[in-house]
């Protein structure tokens, strides 16, 4: 019985591991990050049935609290995430058209049914509202959708 707990445990550590290295690794790494934690699965788990002595119980986890704190913390890092992923979206689009934006940041909400959406996009433009403002507003139009747009721009409206 102490086999199967052991294993049990390995696969608990193990997934939670590959989740952890999958929401923090790059987009482009994730197919061969998958293969590596797969071989590593297989190397502890086949240890573990062929009688290694592979045992946890030297490994301190920190307390992460209750059940619904640790959903709470990687909901907050999984919308972090997409938060970042959309700023530089919004800075692809910018830079495209010849809009001279930076800090560009990118706000999403959550609602009771868990679909996310954005909420605000800001940022700073360096120039001045009469040659960036509609044309930035037209861009988030058509390519985001109706939200709150906060801009500040570097110099003001007439041309100084």
């Known amino acids: 019985m102490s086999t199967i707990m052991n294993i049990s445990a390995a696969i608990c550590v193990l997934s939670l591991l590959h989740t952890i290295i999958a929401l923090l690794s790059p987009e482009r790494f994730r197919r061969q990050l998958g293969i590596v934690m797969s071989i590593i699965s297989a190397l502890v788990i086949g240890s573990m049935v062929l009688g290694a002595d592979i045992s946890f119980d030297d490994i301190e986890l920190p307390d992460t609290g209750t059940f619904e704190q640790s959903y709470e913390k990687a909901n907050e890092l999984v919308v972090q995430e997409l938060e970042d992923r959309l700023s530089e979206f919004v800075s692809k689009l910018m830079n495209e058209q010849g809009i001279p934006a930076e800090k560009i940041s990118v706000k999403t909400t959550i609602d009771e049914s868990r679909s996310i959406s954005i909420s605000e996009v800001s940022m700073t433009v360096n120039g001045s509202k009469e040659v960036y403002g509609e044309k930035i507003t037209d861009i988030i139009k058509s ?10 721009y570097s110099e003001e409206e007439n041309g100084e």
């Open 143 to 152: 390519e985001i959708g109706k939200v709150k747009l906060t801009l500040e």
